[in-house]
Structure formats: C-alpha cells, structure tokens
C-alpha cells in the first residue's frame, strides 16, 4: 500500500488533513504528520520529516503533501539525505494539501500503485469548486 | 583556525540575536514576521553548541552551524542558509583564505542557496545580496586587488545589493504572495545575509 506523509506549517492544519483524509480510507492506509516547528510555533521541522521518512514503510511508494515555501524545501533537503532506493519511491505531489491528501487516502487504500495515486491527485479538475 | 572561525560564527550569532525584532519588523511587512524570530531561535542553539563544543577544522564549524541551523530554524531560512554553510564546508581548507578561496566560498554557498530556492538575482531575496557581493570579490581577483580592498569593495556591493531590494517585487518566497504590494520594503533575508557578510568582514579585517 502507497503511505501519506502531510507536512505543514501550521500542526493543526496537518492534523486535520489527517482526520479528514483518514475519513476516506478504504482500507488500511499509513497517514503521517509533520506540522509546525515541533515546539508549537509554524513553521517547518526537517528533522522531524526525516523521522517520519526514516519510520514509515516504505516498500510501495510514499506520498507527500507541504503546504508553502520551506515545507517544500526541507522536504527536498531531507529527501536527499535517504538512499537512492527511497529516494526513487518518495514524491512530492503537485497537489493542494487538503484536496490531495484526501483523494491520495482513497487512492492508496483501493490498492493503486504510487504513479497511480499520483496521477489521481495531480489532475486540475481536483481545483475545480465551480461544477462539482 | 577552527577557534576563530567558533569565535567568527559567536558574534554573528550575537549580531542575529540583536537584530532579531528589526529583522522580523522587515519580515511582517511582507512576509510572515518571523524571519527574526526563526533565525534568533537557530543562532541561539548554535551558541550553546559552539560553546560546549571544542573543534578540530573550520569545515567542523560550518558543518555544524549548517546542520544546527537546518534542524532549528523552522522557516525557509534554515534550509537555505543550511545548505549554504554545509557546501562551504566541503570546501573550505585550514590554510589563510586569499581572494581566489573567498570566491570559491561564495560561489559554494549561493549555489546551495539556488539549488534549494531555485531563486535567481532580482527576486527580492538573499541571493541579492549575496550575488553582488560575490562578483564583487570576482572582480577584484581580477584586478589583483589586495585582500582588505577587496573585502570593503565586497562589503559595499552586498549593502547596495541589499538596498537594491527595497524597488524590487517578490517572485520568490512568502513575500511573492504580495505581488506588487512587496515593493517598497527591504527584503529581510537580503538583509539577513548583509549582517551576515559583515560581521564576516568586519572581524577577519581586524
């Protein structure tokens, strides 16, 4: 099963990603948090992100959602930090995190594989809100 | 040399430290107001470590101050000033810098700068103060400038550079989210990394 890392700059917000993504699941699917700083503040926490990456299975692919500007850049960081194996089977979903998140939970747990559930997540019409 | 570069890395982190409100007032005017706060928090770690620490090479210091400052700054200032002093640190040798170390140096560190923002200069951040500084020490290697010159030049550029920034409009970063509305204000990180080269400079020229 594909696994989802979110990773914000609020905690909350990555909490309630993971409760709104974990609502979706079909069957058992790992979703990880890396919110804030990890002394409350916002902000990112790269050696709490390498934690994660370094504790979550890995076999079939993780998938991860960050919100802005260093969420992204100390994932990056810390995504160079792992083996090259790793490397090649985590990616960094051009998504919004909310949408994403929550359509990766229903994805990864129907069985798709991680080109799969990132081709799901990656389509414009999931920024559509006009003609739902 | 590892003691003065610990000692060299001590005072930037008290020259952060001091700056740490005017830094993060440049930071609420177009970012998220914390740029000051965030550094602050790094620095301050840093200065325990480096206190409670003995060191072998220059490279130990940067390495560490590289990885300190990755792992407790909380905004985009960690990783990137982080992947800065970790490339300076695969560089830099134990031996007197001359101009020709020094632009390699600040070569190292705006290319960590750039892989990890993938900024370029005149997007109203670091990067333009930093780039003028470092084609500032280019351009007195070429001219076989002697050391102290070529340091004030540089000097110089980066404070013109970090000026510059005040008519320029964020691309890049939390401030790019302001579209039109950035212009007007000096960018927090540009000045950042001018109190940064200046503590260097002014430090090493006594």
Request: net charge negative; aromatic share 4%.
């Amino acid at each position: 099963m594909v696994n989802i890392l979110i990773i914000s700059h609020s905690e909350k917000i990555a909490e309630g990603t993971k409760e709104l993504a974990e609502e979706m699941k079909q069957a058992e699917v790992d979703i990880q948090v890396a919110g804030g700083t990890g002394d409350g503040q916002m902000g990112t926490d790269a050696d709490l992100i390498e934690k994660k990456l370094k504790s979550m299975d890995c076999q079939d692919g993780i998938v991860v959602l960050a919100d802005l500007g260093s969420a992204v850049m100390s994932f990056n960081m810390v995504k160079e930090w792992l083996s090259e194996d790793k490397q090649k089977k985590i990616k960094l979903a051009n998504a919004p995190i909310v949408e994403g998140a929550v359509l990766a939970a229903v994805e990864a747990s129907l069985g798709k594989n991680l080109e799969e559930v990132l081709a799901a997540i990656e389509k414009k019409s999931i920024l559509n809100k006009n003609n739902l | 040399m590892a003691n003065k570069t610990k000692e060299l890395f001590l005072k930037t982190a008290d020259v952060i430290i001091e700056n740490k409100n005017y830094l993060t007032e440049l930071d609420a005017a177009i970012g998220d107001g914390d740029h000051g706060v965030n550094l602050a928090r790094g620095f301050k770690k840093l200065k325990d470590k480096l206190e409670n620490g003995s060191f072998e090479s220059r490279s130990e210091v940067f390495k560490l101050t590289a990885m300190t400052l990755i792992s407790n700054v909380g905004g985009a200032s960690g990783p990137l000033y982080g992947t800065a002093f970790l490339n300076i640190s695969k560089v830099i040798a134990d031996s007197r810098l001359d101009l020709e170390d020094l632009v390699e140096i600040s070569e190292e560190a705006i290319a960590g700068i750039q892989k990890r923002g993938r900024a370029e200069a005149g997007e109203k951040t670091m990067l333009d103060t930093l780039i003028p500084a470092s084609e500032s020490l280019k351009e007195s290697r070429d001219n076989n400038l002697d050391l102290d010159t070529a340091l004030k030049n540089c000097l110089q550029a980066a404070a013109a550079g970090m000026e510059n920034t005040i008519e320029m409009q964020a691309t890049k970063g939390r401030a790019s989210y302001l579209g039109e509305r950035s212009i007007g204000h000096q960018d927090p990180g540009a000045t950042s990394s001018y109190l940064i080269i200046e503590t260097f400079i002014k430090n090493s020229l006594k």
